[in-house]
């Protein structure tokens, strides 16, 4: 009895609190104390099953590319002449050839400064060819991946999607599945938006009339356009097939003709140089704003401390040219640099269209970009509707289930045990409750196997309350009388009842942190069951009991 009132009011308490956050979720209100619910995971009210293959070969070639410029750098100050070369950029491989003299030279300073990166693996009259240590590949392309996946859930968040599942599949493709077919349409819109910026100087050296030749040229001689292939594809292929008639760092883009609806229909052919490494990773933030003169919704870009001092150097050193401002291969803007700029500030602005289409573009772009820049652009391979009638026809098997199952333990349990069994059953009943109130309070995602979870969670809450009832019988069969029995019976059932949920507990949280999707709900379920089961099946059950003896004057109960 020690404590009995603070028991009683924090039992009453939690109660009141679980009634409280399950009420919405069954019996529909407009307002109340809380405005979360309980959400349907994508296997029970439906949704979008999207597979995302991610272009992890060129994020390698273009770090290849980087790292290139970086060795020649190191290779100047050691007075090691070579010419340097990326025959298999994707497969992260350099050709240096050396000039007479500097072989031994390269490989000490490879060895020094990119021996934990790069390893010789041949040496021949063409050259010596260095390619990515294999533990340092599948570590970066692990980074790109599990980059990709962050940036995919930022941006899902904004839109409120409840409890997506995103996770690596194969070696370069992403399942994203989103529950909830609004939010799902939004967020695959977001998704595809890849938002990979990049700061581009334009190069002069091919005049326009010649750039459209060649690649007219190229469509003709390969039978394809912009109309026939993916915008992805064409570059790539384009780019490819002309290669070597562009200089050196260079590669055609294309900008939406103004007056196109869209860009296969009218596409302006810029020559770029890759060599400038300002891109989304530089910026602070993106926001919608208006321009001065027309009034027209933009992209403000704000430039972090780093990125500011690139974008200040850039066009420093590009005086009288132009700067393309380019999203996701397609050029955007490509404005005339006539002064350095250094407030680390720039603004993309948006092709033709009526306003509120230019405001939908502008505030899809600056979510993409605030959300962050995509590490590789993405594909999709794979997109499955899956509908709200398996979902429904789910729910009704699963609750048939759980009802027939509830009351046959129930049951049991009152005949079994009698009125320690009425007491059980309604501690069933307030640990259910309060399971399922705390996963509305948190804003979780029930699922089907988060439906196995709680009905998992009733049978160790049924195993807890038959430890502690069969320690009862125990000490009346020792004559003591029900006051100390009761006491002892829940006090010596206590390590079992603990020992049997650390063990639960253990799991589950391997589960949570190894697992993803499904397997983490079923988790978080199972981990949520062990606090309620304390709650209703031991705290309140304990309460219940002192109150129908201590309080009701029941000197003896059934058991």
Known sequence: MDNYRLRLVLALTGILFAALWVFPNVVPVKKWITETRLNYGLDIQGGLQIVMGVDVENVVAESTQR????????LLKDAAMATLSAPNAKKGEVL????????????TAMDRDYGTMFQLISTDASGMTYRFIDAYMLDYRNRIIQQAIETIRNRIDEFGVAEPSIAKQGEDRIMIQLPGMANAERAKELINTTAKLDFQIVSQEIGMDKLSEMIANAEKAGGYNMTTLKYSEYIEKLNADIKAQLPAETVVYFEKNQNAQKIEIGAVPYLLKTNT????????????????????PVVSLKFNPAGSTKFGDLTTASVGKQMAIVLDRVVKSAPSINEPIRGGQAQITLGQGTRDQAMQEAQMISTSLRAGALPARLEQLE?????????????????????????????????????????????ILVNILSLIALLAAF????TLPGIAGIALTVGFAVDANVLIQERIKEEILRGVSWVSAIKEGYDRAMSAILDSNVTVASVALILYFLGTGPVRGFAVTLLLGIVTTLFGNVFVSKVIADTLVHKMGFKKLSI
Not at 97 to 103: D, F, L, N, R, T
Not at 277 to 296: C, H, I, K, M, W
């Open 96 to 107: 240096i050839v050396p000039s007479a003299g500097s072989e031994e030279k390269i490989k």
């Open 277 to 296: 490494t300002l891109g989304g990773n530089d910026l602070d933030d993106a926001f919608v704003s208006y321009d001065g003169q027309s009034g027209v």
């Open 443 to 446: 804003g979780a995602s029930l």
């Open 67 to 74: 790292e290139i410029r970086s060795i020649e750098s190191v």
């Open 383 to 427: 997109e499955r509707r899956v509908g709200p009638s398996l979902g429904a026809d789910s729910i009704k098997k699963a609750q048939k289930g759980a009802y027939v199952g509830a009351i046959l333990v129930l049951i049991f349990m009152m005949v079994y045990y009698k009125a320690f069994g009425v007491i059980a059953s309604v501690s």
